[in-house]
Nanobody, 128 residues
């Protein structure tokens, strides 16, 4: 069982930066694939970024490529999402997700159905 707690959301102006953190419980964090997803009101939950257990494989949605950076610190059981040059369309609740897998086909990292564990979410609001 893994519990995920996100933090770092807030209200910022367009062009600003935020850093989200996701702290995970459990002793096997280093074995988990970690992902960030977001959900805007009235829309489906969308993939943002994902990172393999080792950090050796990283994937981004086209909409955030070049602006967002995912990273993990296995010693701290934490995954991060650095968000730069934020846009109003980035406004959403951001969720951290985890799955206990070390071998994952690349096309699966972006699928909601891959992930078993989810955090409660943190609100990010970007004003224009």
């Amino acid at each position: 069982q893994v519990q995920l707690v996100e933090s770092g959301g807030g209200l910022v102006q367009a062009g600003a930066s935020l850093r989200l953190s996701c702290a995970a419980s459990g002793r096997t964090f280093s074995s988990y694939v970690m992902g960030w997803f977001r959900q805007a009101p009235g829309k489906e939950r969308d993939f943002v970024a994902a990172i393999s257990w080792s950090g050796g494989s990283i994937y981004y949605a086209d909409s955030v490529q070049g602006r967002f950076t995912i990273s993990r610190d296995n010693a701290k059981n934490t995954v991060y999402l650095q968000m730069n040059r934020l846009k109003p369309e980035d406004t959403a609740v951001y969720y951290c997700a985890a799955q206990a897998l070390r071998v994952v086909a690349p096309e699966w990292y972006s699928k909601v159905s891959l992930y078993e564990y989810w955090g409660q979410g943190t609100q990010v609001t970007v004003s224009s």
